[in-house]
Protein backbone atom coordinates (compact mmCIF):
# COMPACT_ATOMS: atom_id res chain seq x y z
CA UNK A 1 0.00 0.00 0.00
CA UNK A 2 1.01 3.38 -0.93
CA UNK A 3 1.67 5.88 1.92
CA UNK A 4 0.15 9.46 0.81
CA UNK A 5 1.99 12.15 -0.41
CA UNK A 6 3.08 15.57 1.25
CA UNK A 7 -0.17 17.16 -1.17
CA UNK A 8 -2.56 14.27 -0.07
CA UNK A 9 -1.97 15.25 4.01
CA UNK A 10 -1.78 19.04 3.64
CA UNK A 11 -5.52 18.91 2.16
CA UNK A 12 -6.18 16.07 4.68
CA UNK A 13 -5.01 18.28 7.45
CA UNK A 14 -6.73 21.44 5.89
CA UNK A 15 -9.77 19.73 5.84
CA UNK A 16 -9.96 18.44 9.34
CA UNK A 17 -9.28 21.99 10.68
CA UNK A 18 -11.67 23.68 8.54
CA UNK A 19 -13.99 20.27 9.74
CA UNK A 20 -13.76 21.83 13.26
CA UNK A 21 -15.23 25.19 12.29
CA UNK A 22 -18.11 24.14 10.29
CA UNK A 23 -20.64 24.40 12.86
CA UNK A 24 -20.14 28.56 11.71
CA UNK A 25 -21.49 28.29 8.34
CA UNK A 26 -23.86 25.96 9.43
CA UNK A 27 -25.65 28.06 12.20
CA UNK A 28 -25.35 30.55 9.40
CA UNK A 29 -27.03 28.77 7.06
CA UNK A 30 -30.15 27.98 9.21
CA UNK A 31 -30.67 31.46 10.34
CA UNK A 32 -30.72 32.26 6.83
CA UNK A 33 -32.58 30.23 5.43
CA UNK A 34 -35.19 30.37 8.15
CA UNK A 35 -35.39 34.36 6.88
CA UNK A 36 -36.04 33.04 3.51
CA UNK A 37 -38.81 30.93 4.81
CA UNK A 38 -40.44 33.23 6.78
CA UNK A 39 -40.63 35.44 3.90
CA UNK A 40 -41.62 33.20 1.44
CA UNK A 41 -44.27 31.06 3.10
CA UNK A 42 -46.82 34.53 3.10
CA UNK A 43 -50.03 33.93 1.53
CA UNK A 44 -48.93 36.61 -1.02
CA UNK A 45 -45.47 35.12 -1.89
CA UNK A 46 -46.93 31.95 -2.48
CA UNK A 47 -48.83 32.62 -6.09
CA UNK A 48 -46.67 30.25 -8.03
CA UNK A 49 -45.07 26.99 -8.13
CA UNK A 50 -41.42 28.43 -8.08
CA UNK A 51 -42.14 29.91 -4.81
CA UNK A 52 -43.23 26.70 -2.82
CA UNK A 53 -40.07 24.95 -4.59
CA UNK A 54 -38.17 27.52 -3.14
CA UNK A 55 -39.45 26.64 0.20
CA UNK A 56 -38.40 23.68 0.05
CA UNK A 57 -34.62 24.52 -1.02
CA UNK A 58 -35.00 26.83 1.70
CA UNK A 59 -36.07 23.70 4.44
CA UNK A 60 -33.37 21.27 2.92
CA UNK A 61 -31.11 23.52 3.60
CA UNK A 62 -31.51 24.30 6.91
CA UNK A 63 -31.69 20.08 8.13
CA UNK A 64 -29.15 18.91 6.48
CA UNK A 65 -26.39 20.87 8.72
CA UNK A 66 -27.98 20.08 11.84
CA UNK A 67 -24.89 17.18 12.28
CA UNK A 68 -22.39 19.94 12.49
CA UNK A 69 -23.93 22.11 15.46
CA UNK A 70 -25.48 18.79 16.99
CA UNK A 71 -21.41 18.08 17.28
CA UNK A 72 -20.20 21.07 18.40
CA UNK A 73 -22.60 21.02 21.01
CA UNK A 74 -21.07 18.10 22.36
CA UNK A 75 -17.85 19.50 22.66
CA UNK A 76 -19.32 22.81 24.12
CA UNK A 77 -20.98 20.35 27.08
CA UNK A 78 -19.13 17.75 27.41
CA UNK A 79 -15.63 18.93 26.27
CA UNK A 80 -13.16 17.30 24.42
CA UNK A 81 -10.07 16.34 26.63
CA UNK A 82 -9.08 12.95 27.54
CA UNK A 83 -12.04 12.83 30.27
CA UNK A 84 -14.64 13.21 27.89
CA UNK A 85 -16.64 10.31 27.46
CA UNK A 86 -17.10 8.22 24.28
CA UNK A 87 -20.23 8.01 22.35
CA UNK A 88 -22.55 5.63 23.79
CA UNK A 89 -24.82 3.25 21.22
CA UNK A 90 -27.54 5.36 21.21
CA UNK A 91 -25.53 8.37 20.54
CA UNK A 92 -23.99 6.28 17.90
CA UNK A 93 -27.05 5.60 16.23
CA UNK A 94 -28.53 8.97 16.31
CA UNK A 95 -25.24 10.77 14.60
CA UNK A 96 -25.74 7.98 11.58
CA UNK A 97 -29.39 9.04 11.43
CA UNK A 98 -28.24 12.51 11.46
CA UNK A 99 -25.70 11.81 9.03
CA UNK A 100 -27.67 9.89 6.77
CA UNK A 101 -30.81 12.86 7.22
CA UNK A 102 -27.48 15.17 5.43
CA UNK A 103 -27.45 12.92 3.04
CA UNK A 104 -30.90 12.60 2.18
CA UNK A 105 -31.49 16.55 2.24
CA UNK A 106 -28.33 17.89 0.51
CA UNK A 107 -29.62 15.59 -2.09
CA UNK A 108 -33.17 17.00 -2.20
CA UNK A 109 -31.40 20.35 -2.57
CA UNK A 110 -29.67 19.88 -5.70
CA UNK A 111 -32.63 18.31 -7.35
CA UNK A 112 -35.06 20.94 -6.07
CA UNK A 113 -32.98 23.45 -7.60
CA UNK A 114 -32.80 21.31 -10.57
CA UNK A 115 -36.36 20.93 -10.90
CA UNK A 116 -36.77 24.59 -10.37
CA UNK A 117 -34.99 25.50 -13.60
CA UNK A 118 -37.08 22.90 -15.04
CA UNK A 119 -40.16 24.45 -14.35
CA UNK A 120 -38.77 27.66 -14.85
CA UNK A 121 -37.93 26.85 -18.77
CA UNK A 122 -41.07 25.04 -19.58
CA UNK A 123 -43.69 27.74 -18.04
CA UNK A 124 -41.72 30.26 -19.97
CA UNK A 125 -41.75 28.57 -23.02
CA UNK A 126 -45.31 27.65 -22.69
CA UNK A 127 -46.51 31.14 -21.27
CA UNK A 128 -49.38 31.07 -23.99
CA UNK A 129 -50.39 27.31 -24.14
CA UNK A 130 -53.62 27.18 -21.54
CA UNK A 131 -52.82 23.74 -21.27
CA UNK A 132 -49.03 24.32 -19.14
CA UNK A 133 -51.03 26.38 -16.57
CA UNK A 134 -51.31 23.57 -14.12
CA UNK A 135 -47.41 23.83 -14.00
CA UNK A 136 -47.57 27.20 -12.51
CA UNK A 137 -49.59 26.74 -9.51
CA UNK A 138 -48.22 26.13 -5.84
CA UNK A 139 -49.67 22.72 -5.54
CA UNK A 140 -47.53 21.93 -8.27
CA UNK A 141 -44.34 23.20 -6.64
CA UNK A 142 -45.78 20.95 -3.32
CA UNK A 143 -46.11 17.99 -5.40
CA UNK A 144 -42.32 17.90 -6.91
CA UNK A 145 -41.30 18.68 -2.84
CA UNK A 146 -43.07 15.71 -1.80
CA UNK A 147 -42.12 13.65 -4.70
CA UNK A 148 -38.44 14.26 -4.91
CA UNK A 149 -37.74 14.45 -0.82
CA UNK A 150 -39.73 10.62 -1.69
CA UNK A 151 -37.13 9.85 -3.80
CA UNK A 152 -34.57 11.39 -1.93
CA UNK A 153 -35.40 9.27 1.12
CA UNK A 154 -35.39 6.18 -0.96
CA UNK A 155 -31.74 6.50 -1.49
CA UNK A 156 -30.74 7.45 1.93
CA UNK A 157 -32.33 4.20 3.45
CA UNK A 158 -30.01 2.23 1.46
CA UNK A 159 -27.25 4.72 2.82
CA UNK A 160 -27.82 3.88 6.15
CA UNK A 161 -28.44 0.68 5.90
CA UNK A 162 -24.65 0.31 5.22
CA UNK A 163 -23.43 -0.13 7.63
CA UNK A 164 -24.74 -2.06 11.45
CA UNK A 165 -23.85 -0.67 14.61
CA UNK A 166 -23.14 -3.08 17.26
CA UNK A 167 -22.64 -2.92 20.79
CA UNK A 168 -18.59 -4.59 22.38
CA UNK A 169 -19.34 -4.62 25.83
CA UNK A 170 -16.22 -2.53 26.46
CA UNK A 171 -16.31 0.08 29.30
CA UNK A 172 -15.10 3.49 28.96
CA UNK A 173 -13.05 4.24 32.05
CA UNK A 174 -11.29 7.80 32.64
CA UNK A 175 -7.48 7.69 32.46
CA UNK A 176 -6.09 7.83 36.12
CA UNK A 177 -6.54 11.30 37.63
CA UNK A 178 -8.93 12.23 35.35
CA UNK A 179 -11.89 11.02 37.00
CA UNK A 180 -12.02 13.89 39.77
CA UNK A 181 -11.55 16.29 37.51
CA UNK A 182 -14.07 15.23 35.22
CA UNK A 183 -17.36 15.51 38.65
CA UNK A 184 -15.74 19.09 38.80
CA UNK A 185 -16.21 19.76 35.17
CA UNK A 186 -19.81 18.36 35.31
CA UNK A 187 -20.98 20.37 38.81
CA UNK A 188 -19.50 23.61 37.36
CA UNK A 189 -21.59 23.04 34.03
CA UNK A 190 -24.65 22.35 36.37
CA UNK A 191 -23.82 25.74 38.53
CA UNK A 192 -23.51 27.78 35.14
CA UNK A 193 -26.50 26.51 33.78
CA UNK A 194 -28.82 26.67 36.74
CA UNK A 195 -28.15 30.97 36.82
CA UNK A 196 -28.17 30.85 33.38
CA UNK A 197 -31.47 29.12 33.74
CA UNK A 198 -32.77 31.55 36.63
CA UNK A 199 -31.87 34.63 34.34
CA UNK A 200 -33.59 33.49 31.31
CA UNK A 201 -36.79 32.64 33.53
CA UNK A 202 -36.61 36.09 35.12
CA UNK A 203 -36.42 38.31 31.90
CA UNK A 204 -38.93 36.25 30.27
CA UNK A 205 -41.16 36.82 33.30
CA UNK A 206 -40.52 40.60 33.08
CA UNK A 207 -40.97 40.46 29.12
CA UNK A 208 -44.56 38.83 29.28
CA UNK A 209 -45.93 41.35 32.31
CA UNK A 210 -44.44 43.70 30.45
CA UNK A 211 -46.47 43.14 27.25
CA UNK A 212 -49.94 41.97 29.39
CA UNK A 213 -49.38 44.98 31.14
CA UNK A 214 -49.41 47.23 28.24
CA UNK A 215 -51.70 45.47 26.51
CA UNK A 216 -54.45 45.78 29.52
CA UNK A 217 -54.22 49.68 29.19
CA UNK A 218 -54.29 49.55 25.20
CA UNK A 219 -50.65 51.69 24.97
CA UNK A 220 -48.36 48.96 23.37
CA UNK A 221 -44.72 49.25 22.91
CA UNK A 222 -45.13 53.18 22.29
CA UNK A 223 -42.93 55.97 24.10
CA UNK A 224 -45.14 57.23 27.10
CA UNK A 225 -45.21 60.98 27.31
CA UNK A 226 -48.52 61.65 28.77
CA UNK A 227 -47.54 61.06 32.70
CA UNK A 228 -51.05 61.74 34.45
CA UNK A 229 -52.75 58.84 34.87
CA UNK A 230 -51.11 56.55 37.66
CA UNK A 231 -51.34 53.58 35.07
CA UNK A 232 -49.17 54.87 32.57
CA UNK A 233 -46.83 56.06 35.19
CA UNK A 234 -46.72 52.86 36.73
CA UNK A 235 -45.71 51.15 33.18
CA UNK A 236 -43.15 53.97 32.76
CA UNK A 237 -41.82 52.74 36.30
CA UNK A 238 -42.17 49.08 34.96
CA UNK A 239 -39.87 49.86 32.09
CA UNK A 240 -37.33 51.60 33.43
CA UNK A 241 -35.83 48.15 35.25
CA UNK A 242 -35.28 46.94 31.13
CA UNK A 243 -31.32 48.08 31.76
CA UNK A 244 -31.25 45.95 34.80
CA UNK A 245 -32.98 42.81 33.81
CA UNK A 246 -31.47 42.75 29.98
CA UNK A 247 -28.05 43.44 31.54
CA UNK A 248 -28.21 40.75 34.36
CA UNK A 249 -28.42 38.36 31.50
CA UNK A 250 -25.20 40.00 29.32
CA UNK A 251 -23.32 39.67 32.88
CA UNK A 252 -24.03 36.34 34.36
CA UNK A 253 -21.69 34.44 31.28
CA UNK A 254 -18.45 36.35 31.68
CA UNK A 255 -19.16 36.23 35.90
CA UNK A 256 -19.80 32.34 35.93
CA UNK A 257 -16.82 31.75 34.07
CA UNK A 258 -14.65 33.35 35.94
CA UNK A 259 -16.17 32.27 39.30
CA UNK A 260 -15.90 28.97 38.56
CA UNK A 261 -12.59 29.01 37.07
CA UNK A 262 -10.19 27.09 39.34
CA UNK A 263 -6.98 29.36 39.32
CA UNK A 264 -9.28 31.97 40.12
CA UNK A 265 -10.66 30.53 43.36
CA UNK A 266 -7.49 29.46 44.84
CA UNK A 267 -6.28 33.67 43.83
CA UNK A 268 -9.36 34.41 45.88
CA UNK A 269 -9.41 32.17 48.55
CA UNK A 270 -5.58 33.33 48.93
CA UNK A 271 -6.54 36.70 49.53
CA UNK A 272 -9.29 36.26 51.66
CA UNK A 273 -7.20 33.89 54.30
CA UNK A 274 -4.48 37.20 53.81
CA UNK A 275 -2.04 34.21 52.25
CA UNK A 276 0.34 35.18 49.46
CA UNK A 277 -0.14 34.35 45.54
CA UNK A 278 2.36 31.96 44.29
CA UNK A 279 2.46 33.62 40.63
CA UNK A 280 4.97 31.20 39.16
CA UNK A 281 2.12 27.90 40.01
CA UNK A 282 -0.40 29.87 38.78
CA UNK A 283 -2.33 30.91 35.56
CA UNK A 284 -5.30 32.49 36.18
CA UNK A 285 -6.28 36.24 35.47
CA UNK A 286 -5.11 37.52 38.23
CA UNK A 287 -2.13 36.21 38.43
CA UNK A 288 -1.16 37.97 35.28
CA UNK A 289 -2.40 40.90 36.56
CA UNK A 290 -0.52 41.07 39.61
CA UNK A 291 2.81 40.45 37.54
CA UNK A 292 1.88 43.03 35.25
CA UNK A 293 1.24 45.81 37.71
Known amino acids: MESPTDAQLFFSNLVTKFGAYEYIPATIDILLNSFHVYILS ?37 GAGLCTPPEGLI ?6 LLYSIRDDFRRCSTWLGLSLACVRTISVRNSMNHSYKYISKPSFGYKINVSVVLASTLL ?15 LWTPPPGQARQSRYQEVRLLIHVFFLAIMSATTFAYYV ?16 IDNSSSELQGLRALRL ?14 VMLLMLNRDIQKCLGNVCSGKSIDIHRTSSILAMNRTAT
Open 42 to 78: HRQMRTSSMTTILIGIALADMIFPVIAIKKQLRIWVL
Open 91 to 96: ETNINW
Open 156 to 170: SIFYYLRFQIVDTGA
Open 209 to 224: FQAIYSSELGVGDVVL
Open 241 to 254: WYPLVSGNMSFVNP
